[in-house]
């Protein structure tokens, strides 16, 4: 039985937007407005982070920005040539707006990164981040492209453009792909001043990395890079090197949640 309660009660659809400015609000009684990161730990072999995270009361509008892990850096698969380099991917981006309801729960993970370092000239692709749940499909970021090394005397293994994203890929409204780094190197046994561009991913603003070497036996990818970035490659300019180098993970993925 209708009661006076029910019928002053307003309904959504009964508000003009925008007809009630935030001025108009007291301290606190405003939008329920709020931004929260999912990510793992920067560092080698970082698996990612996992969560359950719930709608909270007032809360109909959310939206997710996700991007994947970036990609491994090579290792120096030969002892015995100098390499021809292409460095990794930053991860991928994707995003996507819904209405929801209070009270609904989302997984939500940010991917990890490769289990280990790379020893073999081609590493591993960095896993990717998504989120599953209530008004979405298949809504997920794909990681970044591995680094990988040739050491064909007369083959340049080329960078490809891999970043086309068509509308409605990967569940969300919005994506963008990413360039792997170019590739760089020589053909000599004894081959100065060896480089490498590693890419970060759209819209995080962490930059590239970077990679340069003028006469050494081996270098390691030893450093830790930023969030879904690119790993670091292992190099060399000399033949007969005692040891292999290893290439360093990427950076793990990242999930941004903001709601209203």
């Known amino acids: 039985m209708a009661s006076y309660s029910s019928y002053r009660k307003i309904r959504q659809d009964s508000i003009v937007t925008n007809s009630i400015p935030d001025a108009a609000f007291q301290t606190g009684a405003g939008k329920n407005f709020n931004t929260i990161w999912i990510r793992g730990g920067l560092g080698f072999c970082s698996g990612g982070c996992c969560c359950l995270w719930t709608v909270p009361t007032g809360v109909y509008r959310v939206t997710f920005e996700a991007w994947g892990a970036g990609g491994n850096g090579n290792g120096a698969c030969s002892c015995n040539r100098c390499h021809h380099y292409k460095g990794s991917g930053g991860g991928y981006y994707n995003s996507v707006t819904i209405s929801t309801v209070p009270g609904c729960q989302y997984s939500v993970c940010a991917g990890g990164v490769f ?146």
């Not at 692709?125 to 050491?151: K, R």
């Not at 036996?217 to 890079?225: E, L």
């Not at 970035?229 to 360093?248: F, L, N």
């Open 115 to 260: 289990p280990c370092l790379s020893n073999e000239c081609t590493g591993c692709n960095g896993c990717t981040s998504y989120v599953n749940g209530f008004n979405l499909s298949n809504f997920c970021a794909i990681g970044g492209t591995t680094a990988c090394a040739n050491t064909d005397w007369n083959t340049f293994c080329f960078s490809a453009f891999e970043c086309c994203l068509g509308p409605g890929a990967n569940g969300g409204d919005f994506g963008m792909g990413n360039h792997p780094g170019a590739f760089s190197g020589s053909f000599a046994c004894h081959c100065y001043s060896h480089n490498f561009c590693a890419t970060g991913a759209p819209f995080l603003n962490m930059g590239n990395v970077t990679g340069e070497l003028t006469e050494c036996w081996i270098r390691c990818g030893c450093f830790a890079v930023p969030y879904a970035t690119g790993g670091q490659s292992a190099m060399t300019t000399y033949c007969g090197s005692s040891c292999c180098g290893q290439g360093g993970t990427g950076g793990t993925g990242v999930v941004k949640i903001t709601y209203v």
